[in-house]
């Protein structure tokens, strides 16, 4: 049997899971440095919906946010930029459909460095997406 989209989700996330004698999954979450389980959780309920507290600890934001952000494709970082709101910027590139990206990440920065911060990454990462600043 295949598991569901909400412990997909989970699993993504460094969750792993037990099943306890009511065959109902609970939620291990493992501590990176000692990877020694640190606590339990109960996941999804009788009906394999994902618990509020789950979802709470997950909660993206959508106020503006200036940063960096990171368009990925297939594990690999094929754009960075610089946004004064970072969401909105994602949305925009959603929309534009002009740069192939499965996932992005942020970083938060003062809006005053953006520029300073957004040069550092295009020359650490050579995104192919950045042409114009991977030529200099």
Not at 1 to 20: A, E, M, V
Not at 47 to 72: A, D, M, N, T, W
Not at 101 to 113: L, Q, T
Request: hydrophobic content about 35%; proline content about 4%.
């Amino acid at each position: 049997k295949r598991p569901s989209d909400q412990i997909r989700w989970l699993r993504k996330r460094g969750y792993t899971f037990h099943i306890s004698g009511k065959k109902r999954p609970k939620v291990l979450r493992s501590h990176a440095d000692t990877m020694k389980t640190v606590k339990y959780e109960s996941a999804v309920d009788n009906q394999g919906l994902l618990e509020r507290g789950v979802i709470l600890k997950h909660v993206i934001s959508i106020k503006p946010v200036s940063g960096i952000y990171f368009l990925i494709a297939g594990g690999i970082i094929v754009y960075v930029g610089k946004s004064k709101n970072v969401m909105l910027r994602i949305a925009q590139h959603i929309a534009e459909k002009n740069k192939h990206f499965d996932a992005f990440a942020y970083i938060p920065a003062p809006k005053n460095r953006l520029a300073e911060i957004e040069a550092q990454y295009i020359k650490k990462f050579s995104p192919n997406h950045n042409k114009t600043h991977n030529h200099g």
